[in-house]
């Protein structure tokens, strides 16, 4: 399957930001999507996560509460609503997926098989 994110862009702290990411597969529900992000220099770090169940629960500490995943199996799609941004937010956010995802395994970046190729959110200060 390939994805492709879209919607990063420059914002002030304190806004907000929707990004998007758009997956080519018939069998899209079957997939686990997340969301990860990565600054030069660190490791790609998770932010978000749904289960193919359409459970959309699993956070960073760092975004909980600002920021919400969503999926649209219909459409292909998934969403990360980002409010209240920070500057320690600035990163590029890469969508990811897999069909063979287990629970206990999903904040972990090895084991996604498909990857996105990132977009920029800038937050000033």
């Known amino acids: 399957v390939q994805l492709q994110a879209f919607g990063g862009g420059l914002v002030q702290a304190g806004g907000s930001l929707r990004l998007a990411c758009a997956a080519s597969?018939?069998?899209?529900?079957?997939?686990?999507v997340g969301w990860f992000r990565q600054t030069p220099g660190k490791e790609r770090e998770f932010v978000a996560a749904c289960k193919q169940s359409g459970t959309c629960t699993y956070y960073a500490d760092s975004v909980k509460g600002r920021f919400t995943i969503s999926r649209d199996n219909a459409k292909n799609m998934v969403y990360l609503q980002m409010s209240n941004l920070k500057p320690a937010d600035t990163a590029v956010y890469y969508c990811?997926?897999?069909?063979?995802?287990?629970?206990?395994?999903?904040?972990?970046?090895?084991?996604?098989?498909?990857w996105g190729q990132g977009t920029l959110v800038t937050v000033s200060s």
């Open positions: 990811a997926a897999d069909n063979r995802m287990i629970s206990s395994r999903i904040r972990y970046v090895d084991d996604y098989d498909h």
């Open positions: 597969t018939s069998t899209f529900s079957r997939y686990t």
